[in-house]
């Protein structure tokens, strides 16, 4: 197995009443291109996290790793893929004493759902391979796997040709034994992917979101009810509010037996050159009941996390992780991106807004988890920026406490913080962009110089602000971003 050298900078930040609430931010420096793909939180508070990651002559194979509370690496395992055996690793589930982990395998050129299972050190125990019945697929993907009564559910892609790529559905138990399996066969030409699902409490039916490529109905994305044999029960296209269509990164789960959420992407056509996120409530019969938007400007763009963009927090709140300023999903850029956090109410009013970066590099969210403690966990890959080397994308995992605060993480390779405003660029020369919470209005900025007299003090009337600074000399300043209802924010700007 490679070795690996590993990067951690951890800070206890808050103690609280009943528990204390430590963060961290563990990077895995491999000199590889990862895809993180899932979080798993232990029952005894310890965080698991699986990726697969390229390597130079572009073999993929599949690495999960094991942190405590303070982000230490306790346990790690890897798959080497061979020409004779292939895994890329999925998602993971944790039953009784023991670990699962899914994902899409082959062997002697046979493709198969694979179910790996793992004592509580990572060490393997069993690997169970399953085929669909009625097909002979190029490629299987589990994309989402759910346990309910002591059983896994799992939802996911069979890849026959490019026209034809159906959702299946596998039910298996804990000893490997395959309880049903069946795929959606309406005729040619499908492309429906699923891209998440939940199970409703005594029913056995799968509520799922899929991405339509044949955009049937004018939606490019449906929520389809399918029975245990996948057959349609219903097909609901899912429209918003917003004017565009909604694309990739669906997260999914059930807030009644009556109402559900959705997070996604949108590209808005009457406002081209950025993606949006959006959190939805729907009814069963597509009504919108509320919906939090985040929309960017023309020139950024914002990409709800990967393969779980949402997730429920401990006091009932909902947290949505999106990646700001990301030109193309999955690819390495050149320009700096940061990850937000967004805390929002049952009803979707917002809470909180937070940033999380470092001061150069792009920082892509994959999934995000609620621990049980009341801190955010964040799965992601990391390049720098400028990019040094396009094939490299390191994978990473931070926490931090329930507030969305990442504070005192650095050492001379990288800075981890977060604030509630970001300004940039620093250094600049004639011009500084502030971005700002929308949980606020407006705020004022203030510069300073070494010595604290003010020297520019100006109004941000938007969330998003340009502001000329041509006529301040060159130096390094104190800025200050408030205003009366709560933000406060300070650093340092160079000014060329």
């Known amino acids: 197995?490679?070795?690996?050298?590993?990067?951690?900078?951890?800070?206890?930040?808050?103690?609280?009443?009943?528990?204390?609430?430590?963060?961290?931010?563990?990077?895995?420096?491999?000199?590889?291109?990862?895809?993180?793909?899932?979080?798993?939180?232990?029952?005894?508070?310890?965080?698991?996290?699986?990726?697969?990651?390229?390597?130079?002559?572009?073999?993929?194979?599949?690495?999960?790793f094991e942190v405590d509370n303070s982000g230490e690496i306790v346990n790690e395992w890897t798959f080497n893929n061979t020409g004779d055996e292939y895994?890329?690793?999925?998602?993971?589930?944790?039953?009784?004493?023991?670990?699962?982990?899914?994902?899409?395998?082959?062997?002697?050129?046979?493709?198969?759902?694979?179910?790996?299972?793992?004592?509580?050190?990572?060490?393997e125990v069993e690997h169970y391979r399953y085929n669909i019945n009625g097909i002979d697929p190029?490629?299987?993907?589990?994309?989402?796997?759910?346990?309910?009564?002591?059983?896994?559910?799992?939802v996911g892609l069979a890849r026959l040709t490019n026209t034809y790529q159906p959702p299946f559905y596998l039910k298996t138990s804990p000893s490997g034994i395959m309880l049903n399996s069946s795929y959606y066969n309406p005729g040619p030409y499908v492309e429906m992917w699923p891209q998440d699902f939940y199970l409703s409490p005594g029913s056995d039916n799968l509520f799922t979101i899929c991405q339509d490529w044949n955009v049937n109905n004018n939606s490019w994305a449906h929520f389809i009810i399918f029975d245990k044999t996948m057959s349609v029960v219903s097909d609901l296209p899912i429209t918003t509010g917003s004017?565009?269509?909604?694309?990739?990164?669906?997260?999914?789960?059930?807030?009644?037996?009556?109402?559900?959420?959705?997070?996604?992407?949108?590209?808005?056509?009457?406002?081209?050159?950025?993606?949006?996120?959006?959190?939805?409530?729907?009814?069963?019969?597509?009504?919108?009941?509320?919906?939090?938007?985040?929309?960017?400007?023309?020139?950024?763009?914002?990409w709800t996390a990967h393969y779980n963009g949402m997730d429920t927090l401990p006091d009932g709140n909902l947290i949505l992780c999106t990646t700001w300023n990301l030109d193309r999903e999955f690819n390495v850029q050149q320009e700096p991106t940061k990850i937000m956090l967004f805390k929002l109410s049952p009803t979707l009013d917002l809470i909180w807004q937070k940033y999380l970066f470092g001061e150069e590099g792009m920082y892509e969210a994959y999934g995000v988890k609620a621990h049980p403690d009341g801190g955010i966990v964040v799965l992601g890959a990391y390049s720098p920026t400028p990019s040094t080397n396009p094939d490299i994308k390191e994978v990473f995992l931070m926490k931090t406490d329930s507030d969305g605060l990442l504070t005192g993480i650095e050492?001379?390779?990288?800075?981890?913080s977060s604030t509630e405003a970001i300004l940039y660029p620093n250094p600049a020369r004639e011009q500084i962009t502030v971005d700002f919470s929308r949980l606020y209005t407006s705020a004022t900025l203030q510069l300073m110089d070494i010595s604290?007299?003010?020297?520019?003090?100006?109004?941000?009337?938007?969330?998003?602000?340009?502001?000329?600074?041509?006529?301040?000399?060159?130096?390094t300043y104190l800025y200050r971003i408030s205003n009366q209802?709560?933000?406060?924010?300070?650093?340092?700007?160079?000014?060329?």
């Not at 050298?5 to 590889?32: G, K, R």
């Open 1 to 64: 197995m490679k070795k690996l050298t590993i990067s951690i900078f951890t800070i206890m930040l808050l103690s609280l009443a009943t528990f204390s609430q430590e963060t961290f931010f563990t990077q895995i420096d491999d000199d590889s291109f990862h895809n993180p793909m899932d979080i798993l939180i232990k029952q005894d508070g310890n965080m698991l996290f699986c990726s697969q990651y390229q390597l130079a002559n572009y073999s993929w194979n599949s690495i999960m």
């Open 87 to 123: 895994l890329r690793c999925a998602r993971m589930l944790q039953l009784d004493d023991h670990i699962y982990l899914f994902g899409e395998g082959r062997k002697n050129n046979t493709a198969d759902v694979s179910m790996l299972k793992f004592d509580m050190q990572l060490n």
């Open 138 to 154: 190029g490629r299987l993907f589990p994309l989402k796997v759910l346990c309910r009564d002591n059983l896994f559910h799992i």
């Open 243 to 302: 004017l565009g269509f909604i694309m990739l990164s669906y997260t999914i789960f059930r807030d009644s037996d009556s109402t559900f959420y959705l997070a996604h992407n949108y590209w808005d056509i009457n406002q081209p050159g950025g993606w949006n996120s959006e959190v939805t409530r729907f009814d069963l019969n597509g009504n919108t009941l509320n919906s939090f938007v985040f929309q960017c400007t023309e020139d950024s763009a914002s």
């Open 411 to 416: 050492n001379e390779k990288q800075k981890i």
């Open 452 to 475: 604290g007299k003010t020297v520019f003090r100006t109004q941000l009337t938007s969330n998003r602000q340009t502001i000329d600074i041509s006529a301040l000399p060159a130096g």
């Open 485 to 496: 209802k709560g933000l406060e924010e300070t650093g340092k700007l160079v000014v060329n």
